[in-house]
């Protein structure tokens, strides 16, 4: 299986491919970056660790690289820089991933593409809409909202974060819709007091702009090479358990044409299926919210990138 990561040289791309060294695929690990001595760099160090996993090579290659990979993976981005929403990179980066997929992003690529760059429900959607790649081949990585709302409810409730499951879906974003109804800890529902909830919420609520204040010109490295590595793993087995990914949809959840953070099934050829569940009113606002201002992201792209507005991208009731 081959793996091209655009900005292979940076926090989050390097991250992953050490992840991916990690893991039990034979995978070939191919590294993009505007920097070649960084991909040296990551390159000379992480093949000194290729004894310690099945990947058969990691290496520096080219952006052409892409078009027949199985997997591209896009963390290239401008600069990190203080702000308050990954939605104020949505100009800056859409000029970088516009040049890193127009080359081969089309009908005829028949890999999966898995987003990463910010703010990564605009640019999940606009791939499907102005590359007409397929639905199911272009994925976002959200798993990060649902890995704090799990350390969140951890903290409020007292217990090891190894015991919760709970899940966030809907925007990477503002809009993010945390399913207080479905938490479980060991195995079991659980409900929230009030002042738990409340310790939670704000937990998720803040953990952007906390991290993003400390201007430590790093992102999430981490949690997101690891959290990524584990997507492609769960792509590359196939799986029975949904994960946290972004998908454009087609109806589910009362949205059409539109990326949002969903339970998907994901499996080699990217999603086979997305997981339907039932929503309380008020997380069904937020999801619907969060698709408003997705759309109205793409549609500045639009304007910005192509002169034309994109006025097709309307919400439906669920099919
Ligand atoms: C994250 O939430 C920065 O979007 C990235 O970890």
Redesign the pocket.
């Given at each position: 299986m081959k793996i091209v990561i655009f900005g292979g040289g940076g926090g989050i791309g390097s991250s992953l491919a050490f992840n991916l060294v990690r893991s039990e695929l034979p995978l070939e690990i191919v590294l993009v970056d505007s920097r070649p001595h960084m991909v040296t760099s990551h390159v000379m160090d992480l093949e000194d660790v290729l004894c310690y996993g099945r990947a058969s090579e990691v290496r520096a290659g080219t952006a052409e690289e892409a078009a027949d990979a199985d997997v591209v993976v896009l963390t290239a981005s401008v600069p990190l820089r203080l702000n308050d929403s990954?939605s104020s990179f949505l100009l800056d980066n859409a000029e970088i991933v516009d040049t890193i997929v127009a080359p081969w992003a089309g009908p005829e690529f028949r890999g999966v593409v898995l987003m990463m760059t910010?703010p990564?429900d605009a640019f999940v959607t606009r791939l499907h809409h102005h590359y007409g790649l397929p639905d199911t081949r272009v994925i976002g990585y959200t798993l990060?909202?649902s890995l704090r709302f799990r350390f969140g409810v951890a903290a409020a409730v007292g217990v090891s974060v190894r015991s919760v499951d709970a899940w966030v879906i809907g925007e990477?974003g503002e809009h993010q819709v945390p399913l207080y109804g479905r938490i479980k800890i060991s195995g079991n529902p659980a409900t929230l007091t009030e002042v738990q909830r409340a310790s939670a919420q704000q937990y998720v609520d803040t953990w952007?702009r906390r991290h993003v204040a400390l201007d430590s010109g790093r992102?999430?490295t981490w949690?997101?090479g690891l959290g990524a590595a584990l997507m492609i793993e769960a792509m590359a087995k196939g799986s029975d358990e949904p994960f946290p990914a972004n998908v454009v949809l087609g109806g589910q959840y009362g949205v059409r044409g539109v990326g949002l953070g969903v339970p998907a099934l994901l499996g080699a050829t990217g999603v086979q299926g997305v997981v339907e569940w039932p929503l309380t009113d008020d997380e069904q606002q937020r999801f619907l919210a969060g698709a408003t201002s997705v759309e109205a992201a793409v549609a500045e792209l639009s304007t910005h990138l192509d002169g034309s507005s994109v006025t097709t991208l309307a919400q439906q009731p669920g099919v």
């Open positions: 990954r910010n990564v990060n909202d990477h952007y992102t999430s949690s997101s």
